[in-house]
């Protein structure tokens, strides 16, 4: 074990044990990202592939630039708003159930989402149409997988996250109509099952860490037991996706075309070690060979895919996006986007005005709890856990899910204020 991997296994077992202070918030931002990213790096020190190589300094410091200023634009409304005291956890559910009864009308959001389930399907049911299968039946699953999907139709499809999502909040803040109740979770049901077959991971894992935040700050249902038996769940779902997605004895392969260093008896380490490490990896090999930048067009991608010049703005410039890879790895950690666009000052800028927001969003959430003060803490969660693979935010799947998210809460589930004695009734019914 090298000193950096030593460090971060103490920094890890530290927020650790800050769990065990009485009224201490597991999901925090200092203690979500500061353990995501201790774990990253110590990982990424121990080496323990051919791919691997050592970091330079140069590489070291983008590496930390990106968290550190990450870090302090968390601080920053901490200390602004130092004398604010924030809500106990309990008390956060509490006046968010009771903000989420009185600013969410059940019915507009029951037919919500029925009408977002039946434009998914009509969606899905055209791409399967025009591509004539699947991946998960097609004979090569991992090239359909990839090119799978038609622009205009696909998205619609992606939004398979807000629709999941809003079962989520349905299922915990809405009234306990038994009829409506089941008709949702079979909109879950049949959704979850048909976007399976894409075998496409990242809506999963999206939704997942979204459910997490609401349910967590929403609920009184987060316990250790119930982590462990949805983390064991969607870890079983992802297996069953990898396995499909590369071939039978997928341990040894991976372990092989991995260039592992360890003994092929701990080939089952290979896939979760190579997941964490190689992010970072191919931003510390790629910012020290980088001569040149592209001012936007990774950062904003979204927008340039939504305008439909994506592609061609691409091949007519020849943009390399996956520069300088040495493997079948080809994710990045947040700060490439950021360096590959604007250089070290992006990094620092962009890290610092996420940290922000993550900030501003939590502590909005500690004092002021509702629906979308609980919406924007869980997205910054989702951010913060993923930050080491990618920066979500310049995804157009990503950004459209949040867009429509926001949209439907604004125009269309959003109720009219109760009267005094209708506000009297509906406190003594529930």
Known sequence: MTAVSAFCGIVILMIAASWLRKGADPLSPGRVFGIIWALSIGLADLKLSVFQHEWTFYGWSIILLGVGTFLVGV????????????LSISEVRTRLQDAARRTVDPDRLYWTILVLFGAYLLAYLAEVALEGAVPLFAPNPERLRVRFGFFGLHLVV???????????????????DRAKRAVVMGVFIVTSATFLLLLQRYSFAFWG??????TYYGSQKIRLRTVLIAGAIMGAIFVAIQNVRTALYVE?????ISKMKFSREYAVFTEPYMYFVMNLENVARSVERLDHFYY???TFDWIVALTGLKHWIGEYFAIDRLPFMNSAYNTYAFQWWAYYDFGSVGVALIALA???????????LRTRPNVWTAYLYAIGLTFMVTSFRENMFTRLDAVWNL????FVHRFIVGREPDSPAAEAQRQRSA
């Open 75 to 86: 601080f920053i409304p901490h200390v602004y708003f130092l004398s604010t005291p924030l």
């Open 158 to 176: 992606t939004s398979m996250l807000t629709i999941l999502i809003f079962v989520v909040e349905y299922m915990l803040f809405m009234p306990r």
């Open 209 to 214: 860490l979204l459910a997490l935040g609401l």
């Open 252 to 256: 040894q392969y991976l372990y092989a």
């Open 296 to 298: 936007g067009y990774f």
């Open 354 to 364: 996420l940290g922000l927001m993550v900030g501003f969003s939590y502590h909005a």
């Open 403 to 406: 867009a429509l998210m926001w």
